[in-house]
């Protein structure tokens, strides 16, 4: 029974190891900064060597080697999203496969092979919070800024962008949906079509006009949060600048450095006060001066995002008429969410098609009832 056990659990990690190594190839193959893709090929070499555990584990066992398969379908999503994008857009999605590695390594902790590997794949989510907040050892300090004053497009992505786009077209998908299937229960279908089409347009509209606001008010603020932190830190730097110097000189103490490199590469980076100000708001605050947010973006990309969910059901109905249009709105609309669903698992981590099937579950339950008071109140047109 324990053979068998094993003989599973081997399987299991050599295919997630294998999906973790074609993975981190590409993000390295895709990366331009030079500390970013070191890191990732250091976790590359990490997993085939987790790999290769496996592998031997399975032939102690008599069992043969399977060969290689085609990626998770999960795994060729993130590296298609992240060609398309940049590697800090998939950042989420990336740490929750490493929640998922995590969480099936530890549903196996009897395995002797299985304690270090995990070990590793805990450090690998660290690493990645690192790359999120900008820390980087210092030999790779001086590479990222020159990368990023020569290729300011890497500076465009973020972790939250793609999980705003997919919530927001969730929301408009979900919303206009209910709205949609409650006035088609509502009126007769002689006067269907066209009260259906006004409803929706004007839900999509408020909704996606509200959603802008809100993404505004709620970027702005956080950013006039962020920079005033930041020019409270500007401010002790000039007015107290051998206390920051201290400050810096701690931080890479703390990070393993020997005393006197470490102050070394305080006073390095006290040289040149802009360089010192973003260490100092990198360390101290978490925050990358130059990655706060826009809030126009934010506002624009909620606006489409939710018009764009919120058009699903109401297309059918702009280009058929009758029962034609509301099944073709159903049949529709059930697939979009089902398939925005399966792209919520790139970012939790969960079986695509169980998010898939749940947003699919909630989105018809959500029309159902509206769809049914409509027809109770059953408005005649």
């Given at each position: ?41 250091r976790i590359a070499t990490s997993e085939r060597r987790h790999a290769a555990i496996w592998e031997a584990k399975l032939l102690s066992l008599g069992e043969q080697v399977p060969a290689s398969k085609r990626p998770s379908w999960r795994v060729r999503q993130i590296a298609l999203l992240a060609r ?224 764009i969910g919120a058009l699903v059901p109401l297309l059918p109905f702009i280009l058929l008429a009758g029962t034609d249009a509301l099944f073709a709105s159903i049949g529709l609309t059930a697939l979009a969410l089902f398939g925005v669903g399966a792209a919520v698992s790139l970012l939790t981590g ?32």
């Amino acid at each position: 029974m324990q053979e068998i056990k094993d003989r599973a659990a081997s399987l299991a990690g050599l295919a997630l190891e294998r999906d973790a190594i074609f993975l981190y190839d590409a993000l390295a193959k895709i990366e331009k900064d030079p500390a970013r893709r070191s890191a990732f090929e250091r976790i590359a070499t990490s997993e085939r060597r987790h790999a290769a555990i496996w592998e031997a584990k399975l032939l102690s066992l008599g069992e043969q080697v399977p060969a290689s398969k085609r990626p998770s379908w999960r795994v060729r999503q993130i590296a298609l999203l992240a060609r398309l994008f940049g590697t800090r857009a998939v950042s989420d999605m990336v740490k929750a496969l490493e929640g998922y590695e995590e969480g099936v390594y530890g549903a196996h902790g009897d395995v002797p092979e299985v304690t270090d590997i995990a070990a590793d794949e805990a450090k690998h989510a660290e690493i990645w919070r690192e790359l999120d907040t900008g820390k980087s050892n210092g030999a790779h300090r001086a590479a990222l800024a020159e990368t990023k004053a020569r290729e300011p497009w890497h500076r465009a992505g973020n972790s939250g962008t793609l999980r705003a786009i997919i919530f927001g077209v969730s929301d408009g998908l979900v919303s206009n949906a209910a709205l949609v299937m409650g006035i088609a229960g509502a009126v007769t279908a002689s006067g269907q079509g066209s009260f259906v089409v006004l409803a929706g347009v004007a839900g999509l509209l408020a909704g996606a006009f509200s959603m802008a606001a809100g993404e505004y008010v709620s970027m702005r603020s956080q950013t006039e949060l962020l920079e005033r932190q930041i020019e409270l830190e500007r401010a002790e730097l000039e007015a107290m600048p051998e206390e920051e110097e201290a400050e810096i000189a701690a931080i890479y103490r703390a990070r393993g450095f020997p005393d006197d490199e470490a102050k070394a590469i305080a006073k390095r980076l006290m040289g040149d006060p802009k360089i010192a100000l973003e260490t100092l708001v990198r360390e101290e605050l978490g925050l990358d001066p130059e990655e706060l947010g826009s809030p126009w973006g934010a506002a624009l990309g909620s606006f489409f995002s939710f018009a764009i969910g919120a058009l699903v059901p109401l297309l059918p109905f702009i280009l058929l008429a009758g029962t034609d249009a509301l099944f073709a709105s159903i049949g529709l609309t059930a697939l979009a969410l089902f398939g925005v669903g399966a792209a919520v698992s790139l970012l939790t981590g969960k079986s695509a098609i169980y998010t898939g099937l749940r947003q699919l579950a909630i989105g018809a339950a959500a029309a159902a009832i509206t769809y049914a008071v409509g027809s109770l109140i059953g408005v005649n047109v």
